[in-house]
């Protein structure tokens, strides 16, 4: 039976990214969720990986009333066959009618991870994210983006796929560039093209100097919020190598988090967090429609800044 969440509050926060499937939360996931229900983190999108996922993560957002999208992680193209593309595109297809499949993703580049930048990897890469560009256009459905170090190359793979459909539509999408840590020059380009921009615990480090400028310079109806749990912790949850050569544990992200991390970056652009809220779930339902229908209610508008 799938889970309900009551929220009394007409503002509530939307967790755009993260992957609850992951086996850091197998032995408590339904807590993990509730704890975030607890917190006022309305909904999450559960964002695939690998065909191998595609199950887990469908199943686990129908038993919590979330979200999910499907997708091949640039991460996995190393261990991912061609045939995977036609089980995606299947999948697609199968599920086309459940308004919970809000998109496919995660998709993208990393020139990150040194073998990912030489060949044959990188034209692997290059060559699923592509494909999944095209399945996404096919089926209609927006695209959730990784971002690392790759920002140029993926709007350029945005601008050939978009523009092959004339014009009109040539340079719109929906969707979300994930964790988004590039320049002010690329922001406006992802924008331009229908893109909101996702910002996590990553803006919560002081060190991030140029991260945390973006965050709050960017237009408000830009931006959305995630948690990318178990990953990218916040500066609370982070311990270093030292802390965990001691004994201490690196503290696992989860969605409940996401209500401390948007008052920070709430406190970097000067508004309350209650309008942040209000703003980033508008956003987010920009970004993926069918979301609109999922949602407990048409946030509100909040008084205050």
């Known amino acids: 039976m799938a889970a309900i969440w009551y929220f009394p509050c007409m503002t509530y926060w939307i967790d755009t990214h993260c992957h609850l499937d992951a086996a850091e939360f197998e032995p408590d996931t339904p807590a993990v969720r509730a704890r975030a229900a607890i917190k006022n983190v309305a909904h999450c999108v559960l964002a695939a990986v690998a065909v191998g996922n595609f199950d887990a993560v469908r199943q686990l957002a129908h038993a919590q009333a979330d979200s999910y999208a499907l997708g091949i992680h640039p991460l996995c193209v190393a261990q991912a066959r061609d045939a995977d593309l036609a089980t995606l595109d299947a999948c697609l297809l199968r599920y086309r009618d459940d308004p919970q499949l809000v998109a496919v993703g995660e998709i993208g580049l990393d020139f ?30 927006p695209v959730i983006l990784h971002v690392r170090r790759s920002a140029d190359r993926l709007l350029k793979g945005l601008r050939d796929i978009g523009g092959k459909e004339g014009a009109g539509t040539a340079s719109r999408w929906h969707g979300i560039a994930h964790a ?5 020059q690329q922001a406006e380009a992802f924008i331009a093209l229908g893109f909101k921009l996702g910002f996590g615990g990553a803006l919560t480090y002081e060190r ?7 965050a709050a310079s960017l237009p408000l109806d830009a931006i959305v919020m995630e948690t990318d749990a178990p990953d990218m912790p916040p500066h609370w949850l ?3 190598a030292e802390q965990r050569s001691a004994g201490e544990p690196q503290g696992r992200n989860e969605p409940g988090e996401l209500p401390r991390i948007g008052a920070e970056l709430a406190a970097l652009r000067g508004i309350s967090p209650a309008a942040l809220a209000l703003a980033t779930t ?24």
Request: charged share 20%; net charge positive; hydrophobic share 40%.
């Open 180 to 184: 988004f840590n590039g320049s002010q």
């Open 282 to 305: 508008r956003n987010a339902i920009a970004a993926l429609p069918r979301l609109r229908a999922l949602l407990p209610a048409e946030p509100q508008t909040t008084a205050g800044p």
């Open 208 to 214: 991030a100097l140029q991260l945390r400028r973006l």
């Open 238 to 240: 982070y311990k270093t």
């Open 112 to 141: 990150f991870v040194p073998a990912l930048c030489l060949s044959p990897l990188r034209e692997r890469q290059e060559y699923f994210y592509l494909a999944q560009l095209k399945l996404a256009r096919k089926h209609g459905l």
